[in-house]
């Protein structure tokens, strides 16, 4: 009796599952580019995806930022130094770090210029002042980056086609506020944070904004029972 429930099952989910998009229209967005872009100079974090719904479902929920990094060439051939602005609810932070760019591919480095670890792959877009970037971490991300602090919704659109031909959740779309010098700091040493309010900010963000996480929650919990009835399925035979 189970056994015939889960095929029954794995069948109405099939048919209920959302259509992928054209398999040539994702060969192309998959593709690494050719020649990578010059990236020196300013950038804006435009959307985000991941293979996990969740994660960037509560990063933009709870902390609604803006994020820009600006990017330099140092001395050493195909070295950059990129500094990320991480805007709050009108507190700021920044980090420094270093990577190396090669063909396709962006690699964080040491002090020494050494490989330290992630690398974020460069995929193809049509937007002419865009660079995509899929990191692969422990939770993989596909980030959309744009010299502009908005995109047209042609633009927004082949983003999450990129991330639907992945399989990853849908795009969040980042706050476009990109203020970073009128602003208290969050940096360690800053005495200046009111945390209570910020954190009370955080709270009523997700009380008004609760569906999105809670859609994501409830998808990855159908798509566990979906591969839990897949398995089941093919006990069958």
């Not at 803006?66 to 070295?79: E, G, M, Q, R």
């Not at 990129?82 to 700021?92: E, H």
């Not at 991330?163 to 010098?181: F, R, V």
């Amino acid at each position: 009796m189970m056994k015939t429930l889960c095929v029954v099952a794995v069948v109405v989910l099939s048919l209920t599952s959302v259509c992928q998009p054209a398999p040539l229209a994702c060969d192309k967005l998959l593709t690494k580019v050719d020649k990578s872009p010059d990236l020196s100079g300013r950038w804006y974090l435009i959307a985000m995806s991941s293979d996990v719904c969740l994660i960037p479902v509560l990063f933009n929920v709870i902390f609604w930022p803006s994020i820009a990094v600006d990017i330099a060439a140092k001395a050493t051939p195909n070295i950059y130094e990129d500094n990320f602005k991480l805007n709050i609810y009108g507190y700021c932070a920044s980090e420094t770090e270093s990577f190396l760019l090669q063909n396709n591919t962006m690699f964080d480095v040491d002090e020494n210029n050494a490989l330290s670890g992630d690398k974020e792959v460069l995929l193809q877009t049509g937007c002419s002042d865009c660079f995509v970037a899929k990191e692969e971490d422990t939770v993989d991300t596909l980030l959309l980056f744009s010299r502009r602090k908005t995109l047209s919704a042609e633009e927004l659109k082949e983003f999450e086609t990129q991330a639907e031909c992945l399989g990853w959740s849908k795009p969040q779309i980042l706050n476009t506020d990109h203020e970073y010098e009128k602003c208290k700091s969050l940096d360690d040493d800053a005495t200046d944070v009111d945390f209570s309010a910020l954190k009370n900010t955080m709270y009523q963000q997700l009380q008004t904004k609760y569906r999105e996480p809670l859609q994501c929650f409830t998808g990855d919990l159908l798509n566990s029972v979906f591969e839990w009835l897949k398995e089941e399925w093919n006990d069958l035979w």
